[in-house]
């Protein structure tokens, strides 16, 4: 039994999947940008400045920080091993299978609640953008879960249904259609940093961190779920040209924008408005403009970014879930059907709809605020899992072509791990006892189906 559960995949064992190769760097990038400016700079000042006050822009350089380093690792580990998978397929090949298998189930996870979670707040963004501009309001029946007041959210169905309608004609059309809205998107919040400057107070700036190091640990921990998006570019693996230099390319450049933007949101939203009054603001960002400017267009132009940046997460983190299912699907770690490709689109078209429809029925039925910090925390063990793999693949396989190395090796990757542990240490005691919780589902569904299924059964060692 010891055997089966260390047991590791050859790099090599990888096979050519099928999938069609059409994705490029700035597509790619744009797929990074993409699955992380979102929902986060949208909403969470309004609960990370509570927690933090204006030190929140240290907050952000924190959590930035910890992705970097990971960053630096997620670019050996891709250009090492370009496949579909990401961080799963990186524990396969150097840690080995129940490792592998418990990274899988953290990304299904992160990726399913985080998908669903940001469907509902494009839902508020829709109501209020189709309020603003033609006087229309959405029944609360039909905004909101039953647990929020509602019946069914059927915008956020309705968002679930149109990614999977992208997802399901290729890998090509989907990254186009989101490296469109990612230059609307950085674009609308490039406007509101502009606009909120003029409004800069620095008397808004003091007392700068009224919790101290604890609230500056805390809302970075908070914050953390919106560095998804380093995850969802290495999930292309096997639909990049040119992986070994395309993957960390992307992974870096992704990185450096998205630090760049939200260390500018963050900065001009806390000097243009006192830190008491972020709590329990909603729209905040376009509440913000609205008092600057002293003009109500703002409230419009930032709740239709809103709309078109959730979009595009949604659409994002989708595409992440079922390629981490079509790799754990082509191992035996879960059925087939995630694997199945459609002969003329070179997608798993049946493991997304089984996604879209998952995804749609958290979305539409279940109110999923207390669920969100479960997002960083699969996160930030999916991070860890990587910066140990980089240690790990160097001492056992040192020859394999590395299309790019972490600088400052073995330093970097052990900084990551200690990062991520202090963020997940920043996490609430609820969010540790439903992780555990998923884990031991994880636990019987692997004694269940996957250790007989397994493509690797019959290499005890694997490798």
């Not at 998978?85 to 990186?90: C, K, L, N, T, V």
Request: aromatic share 8%.
């Amino acid at each position: 039994m010891t055997s089966q559960l260390l047991r590791r995949k050859p790099v090599s064992a990888e096979p050519e999947s099928g999938l069609a190769r059409s994705i490029g760097t700035f597509g790619l990038m744009a797929l990074g940008i993409g699955a992380t400016i979102g929902t986060g700079i949208f909403f969470v000042l309004s609960t990370a400045v509570p927690e933090a006050g204006p030190a929140v822009t240290v907050g952000f350089v924190l959590a930035a920080v910890t992705a970097g380093f990971t960053a630096l690792c997620y670019a050996e580990l891709a250009s090492a091993i370009p496949a579909s998978g990401s961080s799963y397929s990186y524990a396969y090949a150097t840690l080995g299978e129940l490792v592998a298998y418990v990274v899988g189930w953290c990304l299904v996870l992160e990726y399913a609640v985080s998908s669903a979670a940001v469907s509902v707040g494009w839902s508020e963004y829709l109501d209020q953008l189709l309020r603003d501009t033609l006087g229309v309001t959405i029944p609360d029946a039909l905004a909101a879960a039953p647990g929020a007041g509602g019946v069914v959210n059927l915008p956020a169905l309705v968002l679930v249904a149109l990614c999977a309608l992208l997802l399901v004609r290729g890998a090509s059309e989907s990254t186009t259609v989101n490296a469109v809205m990612v230059v609307v998107k950085v674009g609308v919040l490039l406007l509101f940093v502009v606009l909120a400057l003029t409004g800069f107070d620095s008397g808004n700036l003091t007392p700068f961190a009224p919790l101290g190091v604890a609230g500056i640990s805390a809302a970075a921990s908070s914050i953390f779920f919106s560095f998804i998006g380093l995850d969802a570019v290495s999930t292309a693996g096997e639909e990049v040209r040119d992986p070994r230099r395309t993957l960390p390319r992307a992974v870096l450049g992704a990185l450096a924008v998205v630090t760049v933007v939200y260390l500018l949101v963050a900065f001009a939203a806390v000097g243009a408005q006192p830190a008491g009054d972020f709590e329990g603001q909603t729209a905040g960002l376009a509440v913000i403009l609205e008092r600057v400017t002293g003009a109500t267009w703002p409230a419009v132009v930032l709740a239709a970014g809103a709309v078109v940046s959730i979009f595009s997460v949604t659409l994002v983190t989708m595409y992440g879930q079922t390629r981490i299912l079509y790799a754990m699907s082509r191992d035996g770690m879960v059925p087939r059907v995630f694997s199945r490709l459609h002969p003329r689109t070179r997608v798993p078209v049946r493991g997304t709809l089984l996604v879209a429809l998952f995804v749609g029925a958290l979305a539409g039925f279940l109110p999923l605020d207390f669920l969100v910090d479960l997002t960083s925390m699969g996160t930030l063990v999916a991070f860890a899992v990587v910066s140990v793999g980089v240690l790990v693949l160097r001492r056992t396989d040192p020859d394999l072509p590395r299309g790019f190395r972490v600088p400052g090796y073995p330093v970097v990757p052990v900084l990551s791990v200690l990062f991520c542990l202090y963020l997940v240490a920043g996490l609430s005691a609820t969010t540790f006892l439903l992780f555990a919780g998923w884990l031991a589902l994880a636990g019987l569904v692997y004694v269940g189906y996957a250790r007989r299924h397994s493509t690797l059964r019959d290499t005890p060692s694997g490798g």
